[in-house]
């Protein structure tokens, strides 16, 4: 198993814009949570998805928005891209809800200008 | 609101030296703490976490609900500790609000 894998690697967007980052979990988890990580600072959680349901949601504008697939994949999407939504985006999966089980991804580099 | 502060941007130790990272938090209820490690070009990962007690690649932490810590040790560093750690707090008891992780510290054997 590849482990969590996210793509794409790298991103540049200007202001304005609309993003959708994908993330593919490990075979046989059912939980997709979401990290925004700002340069110096740790990861942020924005959203978990359980079983397609969101289950919890972090301190973000509603311009953030994902979603979960039948096969549990995740797209997280940003609207109307800010300068300051320049981040690592990162993506962990677990089997259940419970933070601790989270499997990291080796994220998305979005870069806004 | 909970919070993790690691107040050691980097931390710079010999080899063979005793290493502490430290770790406090702030949280009116009962969290679960957590230690993740990143190595260089690597991914997140989880080191340990205090409830299970265990002592992972030499580094060990207790949690002291009375000072609120939860600082990382290991006696005798190795080379190949360098990396980036993280605190993490889980406020609801390992549900599905997410982790609260700290800015992080560099750590650095020197040889």
């Known amino acids: 198993d590849a482990g969590v894998t996210q793509s794409p690697t790298h991103l540049i967007k200007t202001r304005g814009q609309h993003v959708t980052l994908r993330c593919s979990p490990i075979?046989?988890?059912?939980?997709v949570s979401w990290y925004q990580q700002v340069l110096g600072q740790g990861p942020q959680f924005i959203f978990q998805y359980y079983e397609k349901e969101e289950r919890g949601r972090g301190n973000f504008p509603d311009r953030f928005s994902a979603r979960q697939f039948p096969n549990y994949s995740s797209e997280l999407n940003v609207n109307a891209l800010l300068l300051g939504d320049s981040a690592l985006y990162l993506c962990?999966?677990?089997?259940?809800?419970?933070?601790?089980?989270?499997?990291f991804g080796p994220g998305t580099r979005l870069t806004v200008t | 609101a909970q919070r993790v502060t690691q107040p050691e941007k980097l931390l710079s130790v010999f080899k063979g030296a005793p290493v502490e990272l430290k770790c406090n938090y702030s949280y009116s209820g009962s969290p679960e703490l957590f230690w993740y490690v990143q190595y260089s070009r690597q991914r997140l990962q989880l080191l340990l976490r205090?409830?299970s007690r265990e002592s992972i690649k030499g580094f060990t932490a207790d949690l002291n609900k009375g000072e609120t810590s939860f600082h990382l040790k290991k006696p005798f560093a190795q080379e190949e500790d360098s990396a980036m750690y993280y605190c993490?707090?889980?406020?609801?008891?390992?549900?599905?609000?997410?982790?609260?992780f700290g800015k992080g510290t560099h750590l650095i054997i020197q040889p």
């Open positions: 205090h409830i």
């Open positions: 962990a999966s677990s089997f259940g809800t419970a933070s601790y089980e989270q499997y």
């Open positions: 993490a707090l889980s406020y609801s008891g390992g549900g599905a609000d997410g982790l609260t």
């Open positions: 075979s046989g988890h059912k939980s």
